[in-house]
């Protein structure tokens, strides 16, 4: 039986389907399932692709209860199937359990790599990476992640015997490299400076208070030179940089879940020049706020915000 067989598409909300197609370009394989892959001790690619949406959607589909291994390189993603949900920012690898059907949602333009993957080793695996694992390339050291992915999607038609040997070792290679990271990561966290930590929670949680280098440098005395250079260390871009995309987080959910104006928006995650505001929402999401709203349908809300 192929697994192409067993996907159906669902509509959401009234949403069509063909303007799903067309803002969507997929580059996908499907291979054979059997009922013998589930516990014979390797990791099975069902069916994987490079998938790029060009603005907010979402859409519904069946596929037999397996794994999913994602990677997200913009955007974000939000999956749901049944009680879960979890949503996947730029940068992020995650290892997900699905049902039998699957909801992808995206608020503005995403590109994803996706597999779905079936095999007793993923069983160990989740239980190491229950949660995304922030992973950019400059970060990762001496890494396997983007050059075996490039191999998994390069696999075509019927797979030999070889290939399924290899498959399996590539995703094992894959996921192991992501339990090391996770836990070099985890003590890494415990070395964090304390105003690091300070600067961090700041961000998080008063995102839309006036805040600026000069400030950080102000308050905790420490040279802007080296605050930059210490938080891109431990968390992997400039505080800035992590400032704005808390703050343009909060725009996408006051543009979904209100009728404040784009002005009034940026007004209330902390930027005031509503010129400046668009740039940079336009910068993170490739879309203009007053776009991203009126292309979002009435279910994006729902999914990621109740």
């Known amino acids: 039986m192929l697994a192409k067989e067993l996907i159906s598409c669902t509509v959401l909300s009234g949403y069509n389907i063909q303007k799903d197609i067309e803002n969507a370009r997929f580059h996908s394989a499907f291979f054979t399932y059997e009922e013998s892959m589930i516990n014979d001790g390797l990791i099975h ?3 994987n692709g ?3 949406f060009a ?3 979402s859409y519904t589909f069946s596929f037999i209860p397996c794994y999913h291994f994602f990677y997200i390189y913009e955007g974000t993603l939000t999956v749901t199937s049944g009680n879960s949900k979890s949503s996947y920012s730029k940068n992020t690898a995650a290892l997900f359990e699905a049902g039998s059907e699957i909801t992808y949602a995206t608020n503005g333009k995403c590109r994803f790599y996706d597999a779905f993957i079936l095999g007793a080793p993923l069983r160990l695996y989740h239980e190491f990476l229950p ?3 922030y992973y950019k390339k400059d970060s990762a050291g001496a890494s396997v992640l983007w050059s075996h992915l490039s191999l998994i999607s390069r696999l075509q038609g019927e797979l030999s015997a070889t ?6 070792k590539w995703f094992n290679d894959i996921l192991t490299e992501l339990c090391v990271f996770i836990e070099n990561s985890s003590k890494k966290m415990d070395c964090v400076p304390s105003y690091l930590l300070s600067i961090k929670n700041q961000m998080d949680t008063n995102y839309a208070e006036p805040m ?3 400030d950080l440098e102000a308050t905790y005395r420490i040279s802007r030179y080296r605050i930059c250079r210490e938080f891109s260390f431990h968390f992997g871009e400039s505080p800035m940089r992590y400032l704005n995309s808390r703050r343009i987080d909060a725009a996408k959910r006051l543009l979904l879940t209100t009728d404040l104006s784009v002005h009034e928006v940026g007004s209330q995650i902390g930027i005031e020049n509503t010129n400046h505001f668009i740039n940079l929402f336009k910068k993170d999401t490739g879309t203009t706020p ?3 709203k009126q292309a979002a349908p009435v279910s994006i809300s729902d999914l990621h915000y109740n």
């Open 55 to 57: 603005y907010s959607c």
């Open 290 to 292: 007053l776009s991203f």
């Open 50 to 52: 490079d998938i790029s």
């Open 163 to 168: 290939d399924i040997f290899r498959i399996s």
């Open 45 to 47: 690619l069902l069916a």
């Open 212 to 214: 600026s280098l000069d």
């Open 131 to 133: 949660e995304s694992i």
